[in-house]
């Protein structure tokens, strides 16, 4: 079998860090290591649209912010296929189709859905194009026989929900459809990054964000006043590191080669933790390094972003062109399960 490699995000504003750990660095990894067939990319327009369908402007300024976030971490469309999903009119077509293998019932208790019609207040007005885009999610990653799909661990029911999609069409119609296999991060810790506020996940809408296209003065007014732990008010008090917001981006970010190059009295950040955990170690220190963590990780990311800002034609010939090479595949694969359908009339 094939290995075909495809994820995507909505385009509903910039990548932060949570993103970086939590899914674009594996990405990039899986892209370096070059262990598959192909790989896509592709921004969720149309899905970013079921919430946000009366701010058409918001979902089309964010197209050409996501592909630079995309380009500025390293994907390389010589390696990765990127696509607009809108533009892919063959998954509509899968969708409509798929629809009739799914539940109402089931859709409602997908948790990562269930816990998105709380945030957002739907109450009883669930307009049927959100609640239905699992279902379409099920065709982005069907339409391309996705086998990994590198995701933030919000996205496993989703993942899934599309399995089992898959096996109930391949059950009715025969076999046609290639069941995905979702990618987290190894690390716990980077599955779920909190906010700077160290309250809930990194999320936009609350604000708590370290974007990879904040400057270096924003990194630094955002991460010194992180929150830490309350009760460490003096040096010498004893401080707690397990919910310090600042030691878990440490956890997810720094590694023993920071040590060596900014806080060489740590050989690394077990030893960091002893001293903070016994007294007489300030948060601003740790801070510092922090920072600096962030910003060895953020500065080859802007040297990328600067270059791709000033080629924004370029940016969007990339996307035209994986688009028309992802339409091609989206196709192939439509005209298989027409076929599978008995709806292939005049073949
Ligand atoms: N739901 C994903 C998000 O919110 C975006 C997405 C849409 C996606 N279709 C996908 C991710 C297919 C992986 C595979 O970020």
Redesign the pocket.
Known sequence: MKKII?????PTGNLHLGHYVGSLKNRVKLQNEGDYDEMYVFI?DT?ALTDNFNNPKKIRDNIIEVAIDYLSVGLDPSKVTFFIQSTISPLCELTMYYMNLVTLARLERNPTVKQEIKQKEFGSSIPVGFLNYPIS?TA??TAFEATI?P?GDD?LP?IEQAREIVRSFNNIYGETLVEPKAIIPDAEVCRRLPGTDGKAKMSKSLGNCIYLKDDSETVKKKVMSMYTDPNHIRVEDPGDTKNNTVFIYLEALSTDEHFKKYLPEYNNLNELKAHYEKGGLGDVKVKKFLYNVIEDILNPIREKRNYYEENTDLVYKILEEGSSKALAKANETLKKVKKSMLIDYFD
Not at 6 to 10: A, E, I, N, S, V
């Open positions: 495809l994820t995507g995000d909505r969720a899905q999610q982005d990653i799909i995701v996205q989703m």
